[in-house]
C-alpha cells in the first residue's frame, strides 16, 4: 500500500490549499485517514482525521479554518485549507491506520510530505 499526497505549495496568508492524498494497491478499506504536520524541530502533529463513517477531529488551531474529507470508493483523503496563516507553513504527511488488505491489516501507512508555505 502507498500514499500519494500532492497539492502544497506556495500561498500568501488569508489564501487556501486542498491537499489530496491517494492509497493505492489492493485495498479493502482503510479505517483512519489523517493529516499531519511537521516543522523543523517540532514534533509531527496531527492536523485532522477522519474515520471510515466520516467521524473527524482537529487540531484546536485550525478547527473553522480546515476541512478533512474523504472518498472511500477511492481510498483518498483531502485536506481543504481556508484562512491560512503563516504558522500552518510546514510539511503536511498524510497517514492511513488499519488498512485491510487481503489476508492481513496493515497498521498504518505514511505517504511523503508535501510542503506548504504560508507567506506574503
Known amino acids: 500500500v502507498q500514499l500519494q499526497a500532492s497539492g502544497g505549495g506556495l500561498v500568501q496568508p488569508g489564501g487556501s490549499l486542498r491537499l489530496t492524498c491517494a492509497a493505492s494497491?489492493?485495498?479493502?478499506?482503510?479505517?483512519?485517514m489523517g493529516w499531519y504536520r511537521q516543522t523543523p524541530g517540532k514534533q509531527r502533529e496531527l492536523v485532522a482525521a477522519?474515520?471510515?463513517?466520516?467521524?473527524?477531529r482537529y487540531l484546536d488551531s485550525v478547527k473553522g479554518r480546515f476541512t478533512i474529507s474523504r472518498e472511500n470508493a477511492k481510498n483518498t483523503v483531502y485536506l481543504q485549507m481556508n484562512s491560512l496563516k503563516p504558522e500552518d507553513t510546514a510539511v503536511y504527511y498524510c497517514?492511513?491506520?488499519?488498512?485491510?488488505?487481503?489476508?492481513?491489516?496493515?497498521?498504518?501507512?505514511w505517504g511523503q510530505g508535501t510542503l506548504v508555505t504560508v507567506s506574503s
Open positions: 477522519i474515520t471510515g463513517a466520516n467521524r473527524t
Open positions: 497517514n492511513a491506520e488499519r488498512i485491510r488488505v487481503p489476508g492481513t491489516q496493515i497498521v498504518e501507512s
Open positions: 494497491g489492493t485495498i479493502l478499506s482503510i479505517n483512519v
